[in-house]
């Protein structure tokens, strides 16, 4: 059997690069200048040959199993450009990256699609937005980091990843950062880092291995979902401090895999310990490799995913799933 043919837009790079361990086939619509999602396979990420550009205007030619959304101008104006009345009626899912913005748990999502399917990254997400008609169900995020990279944690500073801080501001805790900095020793890396004092931006093939060498990763972020670069850090051993705000308090546990508070002087008195005692970092970097390794797998993330492009089409399965009992696939319920 063919694999599954699924038309998506480039929206988040390493979210695409971790989806398309799946045993399917994604297309990626480009058009010149790739704003927008139109960049297609792009030079930063090692994509399998299963992921392929199309060009935008060639889409309506093309046979597809399924289209997945992952924005809003993907749902409200992209599938009106480019897809065929036909396409517009494939099977179809909605993947929201984010939590609510309007307001945290009275945002109605604008899918709104009772012959859709909405997933959402995190049960912090699928909780606090109103979901409508839609049904839908959670897949957590599954990473893999390159071979060999492991925590060591030299550099007697912490490490804050997050891309464009100043301009998006107390939503991803750039008055946080600004006030741990003035105690604790903080690289900030990420797109424009400049702007705010920090290091720039660092190529997402080569994060793991950069940050590595820190003694522990600091998420100043109030209000998003799941980072993928808290758990990258996770999976290669750095202990993480952060707000205990969205799904990362379920994630980390204090003592265990690194400290996670709402009051930002207690976190900083963390980060200090962390700072001077280099095997009690150690300790929690393997705590939180545990948490990663059990949590956030590679091998159930692409199983997952392969098993809502398999409900939604009503194709079977890849074969590594068909034969795994109905309860390991519970959680990846549809509600």
Do not use: C, K
């Given at each position: 059997m063919k694999p599954l043919r699924v038309l998506t837009w480039h929206v988040h790079g390493n979210y695409l690069l971790y989806l398309s361990?799946?045993?399917?086939?994604?297309?990626?619509?480009?058009?010149?200048g790739g704003r927008d999602g139109y960049g297609g396979r792009g030079p930063t990420f090692p994509f399998p040959d299963r992921v392929r550009d199309v060009p935008a205007e060639a889409v309506r030619e093309l046979e597809f199993d399924c289209v997945l959304y992952q924005s809003r101008r993907n749902f409200e104006v992209d599938r009106h450009e480019i897809l065929s009345d036909r396409q517009m009626r494939l099977p179809r899912i909605y993947l929201?990256?984010?939590?609510?913005?309007?307001?945290?748990?009275?945002?109605?999502?604008?899918?709104?699609?009772?012959?859709?399917?909405?997933?959402h990254v995190t049960p912090f997400n699928d909780l606090m937005w109103d979901d409508g008609r839609t049904p839908s169900r959670v897949i957590e995020?599954?990473?893999?980091?390159?071979?060999?990279?492991?925590?060591?944690?030299?550099?007697?500073?912490?490490?804050?990843?997050v891309n464009h801080l100043l301009r998006r501001g107390?939503?991803?805790?750039?008055?946080?950062?600004?006030?741990?900095?003035?105690?604790?020793?903080?690289?900030?890396?990420?797109?424009?880092?400049?702007?705010?004092?920090?290091?720039?931006?660092?190529?997402?093939?080569?994060?793991?291995?950069?940050?590595a060498r820190y003694r522990f990763f600091f998420n100043p972020i109030r209000w998003t979902s799941l980072g993928l670069a808290i758990i990258e850090a996770m999976m290669i051993g750095l202990p993480i401090v952060g707000l205990a705000t969205t799904e990362l308090a379920s994630v980390?546990?204090?003592?265990?895999?690194?400290?996670?508070?709402?009051?930002?002087?207690?976190?900083?008195?963390?980060?200090?310990?962390?700072?001077?005692d280099p095997d009690e970092a150690r300790r929690l970097g393997e705590g939180a490799r545990r948490t990663a390794r059990?949590?956030?797998?590679?091998?159930?993330?692409?199983?997952?995913?392969?098993?809502a492009f398999a409900d939604v089409t009503g194709r079977p399965a890849s074969g590594r799933d068909r034969h795994r009992p109905?309860?390991?696939?519970?959680?990846?319920?549809?509600r």
């Open positions: 361990r799946a045993d399917v086939e994604f297309y990626l619509p480009v058009r010149p929201e990256h984010d939590p609510p913005r309007a307001h945290p748990t009275d945002t109605r999502h604008w899918s709104d699609d009772p012959n859709g399917l909405l997933v995020h599954g990473v893999f980091v390159p071979d060999g990279v492991r925590y060591t944690g030299e550099i007697d500073r912490g490490i804050v990843v107390r939503l991803l805790g750039a008055d946080v950062f600004s006030r741990a900095r003035a105690h604790i020793p903080l690289d900030l890396v990420g797109m424009d880092a400049e702007s705010l004092g920090g290091l720039g931006e660092v190529r997402p093939p080569d994060l793991a291995a950069f940050e980390v546990e204090n003592g265990v895999s690194g400290h996670v508070d709402t009051d930002l002087d207690r976190l900083i008195v963390q980060m200090r310990r962390l700072l001077d059990e949590r956030f797998g590679i091998d159930r993330f692409a199983r997952d995913w392969e098993r109905a309860s390991a696939l519970a959680s990846g319920g549809v």
